[in-house]
T-cell receptor
Framework: GQNIDQPTEMTATEGAIVQINCTYQ??????LFWYQQHAGEAPTFLSY????GLEEKGRFSSFLSRSKGYSYLLLKELQMKDSASYLC???????????FGSGTQLTVLP | KAGVTQTPRYLIKTRGQQVTLSCSPI?????VSWYQQTPGQGLQFLFE???????NKGNFPGRFSGRQFSNSRSEMNVSTLELGDSALYLC???????????????FGEGSRLTVL
């Protein structure tokens, strides 16, 4: 089976940096996704890592270590609009099925 | 191009009834996946359809079923509704074509089902 763990909640201050961790156990690993979901809305794609290392995209960066089964999402210069749930998802198997973690609810305070 | 479209957006049913939800994927996407999202359980995978065939199935009872049509549109059905079926049902489509495919999912807005 697969197991994906991420913290349930995090709080940070506007303008700060926050790191959301995700650990996983899976077979047939193809890649790891991060999605953002605002309350009442659909999840939207943030990043995709298939190789070890850091992928940077504006204020958001995502890191992957396949040997450790570990990823993190780094959000810089936090804004109020970044308050949302952040979902870690692992792609596995020949069908590249996505399995999601329970999500980390990030609250950005003024 | 248009995104993933789900209908209806909201619906209320009573225990024992059945419900059918519809999903139109992004044009050109042949894979459609369904997820149930609840506050306590997060996003739980229901099933995935590709070219009208169910390719993967999650750990849900047989009351949950689905199908995909030749135009890639998909429906899911829940029979004999229970209170615990109240959830947001999300549909997602994927390009899913060989090595070009990363598995990235594009989600619809969801159908929020309330069972009374």
């Amino acid at each position: 089976g697969q197991n994906i763990d991420q913290p349930t909640e995090m709080t940070a201050t506007e303008g700060a940096i926050v790191q959301i961790n995700c650990t996983y156990q899976t077979s047939g690993f193809n890649g790891l996704f991060w999605y953002q979901q605002h309350a009442g809305e659909a999840p939207t794609f943030l990043s995709y890592n298939v190789l070890d290392g850091l992928e940077e995209k504006g204020r958001f960066s995502s890191f992957l270590s396949r040997s450790k089964g570990y990823s993190y999402l780094l959000l810089k210069e936090l804004q109020m609009k970044d308050s949302a749930s952040y979902l870690c998802a692992v792609s596995s198997g020949s069908a590249r099925q996505l399995t999601f973690g329970s999500g980390t609810q990030l609250t950005v305070l003024p | 191009k248009a995104g993933v479209t789900q209908t209806p957006r909201y619906l209320i049913k009573t225990r024992g009834q059945q419900v059918t939800l519809s999903c139109s994927p992004i044009s050109g996407h042949r894979s459609v996946s369904w997820y149930q999202q609840t506050p306590g359980q997060g996003l739980q995978f229901l099933f995935e359809y590709f070219s009208e065939t169910q390719r993967n199935k999650g750990n849900f009872p047989g009351r949950f079923s689905g199908r995909q049509f030749s135009n890639s549109r998909s429906e899911m059905n829940v029979s004999t509704l229970e209170l615990g079926d109240s959830a947001l049902y999300l549909c997602a489509s994927s390009f899913n074509r060989g090595n070009l495919n990363t598995g990235e999912l594009f989600f619809g807005e969801g159908s929020r089902l309330t069972v009374l």
